[in-house]
């Protein structure tokens, strides 16, 4: 009954028709009718600490998010060099090393437009990056146990199997580490042969409106050159005016030196926009309004709105008709059909069709795209221009990793409970609040861990996992100890390649236990595999959250995943097995038959 329950999960799972959730859901069901499996086995994953450890790192993730960490650390770490290869291991190292502690996906989701604008700014192909970014955060994931959640979901399997087997906190990052630096090598000297692929976006923006915007020279600014300050490598936007005080100096030539308070004049591109709020010292002239928007600065996005014909703010400057008040909303910068305007943005008289650029609350879209009078097209573009964190937060939600990391690998509590408590600090101490936090925890995500769970211990408790693993063993054991590593490397990732990651390791696991039983493959040997085939799959755009979520922005098709991840597979599976070959399974440990705890 197991094995024809498995397949028909397999089945629906690789078929992709049915939330896998669900399919775990019917599974847990078919089996407490048939006796396979008791309440308290379905229940168990709901009540691991490693599923409980991913619930938890999803809202520090979060919050490490809200407060700038990743777009600060990115910031100063990818460089703006124009050498291809440069900016490529410049960008694939450092995101590694990130996602080494930080869940991938919010590093991704913030990482996209920060790639997006930074191949404007070096002129590279967006789908050039946006892979090899995807694949460096899967790799640096296998460097620590907290890298990604599968990681932590193999660890509950050996809490589960093997409770009194203590696995260290940089332990897989043996095997990983040389292995991600294998992948980031191959890629970087690969990634050229990546198609150059227009997005939606690019189409879109092919001809996109002339916008005219005003900024404020901050102190970081003084006395550099506009040159020095990065104004003049600007793509499809220019300074076209400086206003100090009474004195105009047009068309100012690169050697002009700027001071506090100056205001500078643009004309530009609406996705070049946030590239001149981007330089450290650059703000928008209303900058004091955005201040005033209603809400968390962390929920301000940025719209696009044309004003209607019959709105009541024609005629009036932004100032004359309370603008920011009766919208809550601050203009960035107008566009009036391609004209250039020599204004103020403060200054500037409003007429029916202008295009604004505004910041504003994320519900700015839903109050006005249906109310005619005032806009007839309102449009959301993406995040707010100004950055809105605080330095003492950001250094104290990296000091908040710093102790998660150092507690752990002193073994002075275990991840969940250190994870909890720098929680709690972090949501009385205002780096996230508590609704926010509940809201990121990925419910799809920890659901589909814990009811996982079943799939193992079904085939655990009717002794089919034992024989499909005496099977496998009996196959890849004429390799000696190497054979059989590699041969459960290659049927976890072939599993992961065709089900959800967690699915993957719920069903090897319990098989992977006559590995160890054999004497060919010691527990930490076993764990490590594991970790690293049931997380790096680079074969197909579906088979990871992260290389779904570049697929559109960078325009891919399928079959371009296949063509770069088929190598870059069997590169990290050779490097991974052989380091995990040397480290964990080369001497007598588990010589003998292990004996798991009963299911």
Not at 82 to 97: T, V
Not at 110 to 129: A, D, Q
Not at 219 to 225: A, I
Not at 517 to 537: E, F, H, Q
């Amino acid at each position: 009954f197991s094995i024809i329950i498995t397949v028909l999960a397999f089945g629906f799972l690789a078929s992709d028709t049915i939330e896998p959730t669900f399919i775990f859901l019917c599974l847990m069901s078919l089996c407490l009718i048939a006796k396979v499996a008791t309440v308290a086995d379905c229940l168990e994953g709901f009540c691991n600490s490693g599923t409980a450890a991913i619930a938890v790192l999803f809202m520090i993730s979060k919050a490490l998010e809200l407060n700038g960490v990743i777009v600060y650390i990115t910031k100063y770490l990818l460089g703006t060099s124009k050498r291809y290869i440069i900016s490529i291991l410049r960008m694939m190292l450092s995101m590694c090393a990130i996602s080494a502690f930080v869940v991938n996906t919010p590093i991704v989701a913030i990482m996209i437009p920060v790639c997006e604008t930074w191949s404007r700014k070096i002129e590279i192909h967006i789908s050039t990056l946006l892979m090899p970014l995807s694949f460096a955060v899967i790799l640096g994931g296998t460097i620590t146990n907290i890298g990604t959640s599968t990681n932590l979901v193999v660890l509950s399997q050996v809490e589960k199997y093997y409770p009194d087997t203590t696995i260290g906190f940089f332990d897989v990052g043996y095997a990983g580490l040389p292995a991600a630096l294998a992948g980031i090598a191959y890629l970087a000297c690969t990634a050229w042969l990546i198609p150059k692929r227009k997005s939606l976006a690019s189409d879109f923006l092919e001809h996109p409106k002339e916008y005219t915007l005003t900024a404020i020279v901050g102190k970081e600014l003084s006395g550099k050159t506009i040159e020095k300050a990065g104004l003049r490598s600007l793509k499809n936007i220019y300074l076209f005016e400086i206003e100090r005080g009474e004195e105009i100096i047009a068309a100012p030539g690169p050697e002009t030196a700027l001071a506090i308070g100056d205001i500078l004049k643009f004309s530009g591109k609406i996705d070049q926009v946030k590239d001149v709020f981007s330089i450290p010292g650059i703000l928008p002239e209303s900058i004091e309004h955005i201040q005033k928007i209603r809400g968390r600065p962390d929920n301000r996005q940025l719209f696009e709105a044309v004003i209607s014909n019959r709105s009541p703010v024609i005629g009036y400057t932004p100032a004359e008709c309370h603008f920011r008040t009766k919208y809550d909303a601050a203009i960035i910068a107008v566009s009036r059909q391609g004209e250039k305007i020599d204004k103020k943005i403060g200054e500037i008289e409003l007429a029916g069709g202008d295009t604004l650029l505004l910041e504003a609350s994320s519900n700015f879209e839903e109050r006005f795209e249906k109310n005619a009078k005032h806009f007839s097209f309102v449009s959301k573009i993406g995040n707010g221009v100004v950055p809105t964190y605080s330095l003492f937060k950001l250094c104290f939600c990296i000091a908040g990793v710093i102790v998660i990391v150092a507690v752990v690998i002193a073994e002075s509590l275990d991840l969940f409970s250190i994870s909890l408590i720098i929680f709690c600090i972090f949501v009385i101490t205002g780096m996230i609040d508590f609704e926010t936090a509940v809201k990121s925890m990925r419910g799809d995500v920890l659901f589909q861990v814990a009811a996982a769970f079943i799939l193992g211990t079904a085939l655990q408790n009717t002794g089919v996992a034992t024989a499909i693993g005496n099977v496998l063993v009996d196959i890849f054991k004429q390799g000696g100890k190497f054979g059989a590593l590699y041969g459960l490397y290659l049927t976890t990732v072939f599993l992961t390649a065709l089900l959800t990651n967690a699915a993957a390791v719920n069903l090897v696991f319990p098989v992977a236990i006559s590995f160890i039983n054999s004497g060919y493959v010691t527990i930490k040997a076993t764990v490590v595999v594991v970790m690293l085939a049931a997380s790096c799959d680079f074969i197909t755009s579906v088979g990871y959250q992260t290389n779904i979520m570049v697929t559109v922005p960078g325009g891919y098709r399928f079959t371009d995943f296949t063509k770069i991840g088929v190598p870059l597979t069997v590169i990290v599976s050779v490097v991974g097995t052989l380091c995990t070959q040397f480290f964990f399974n080369g001497g007598t440990e588990n010589s003998l038959p292990v004996t798991p705890v009963p299911a």
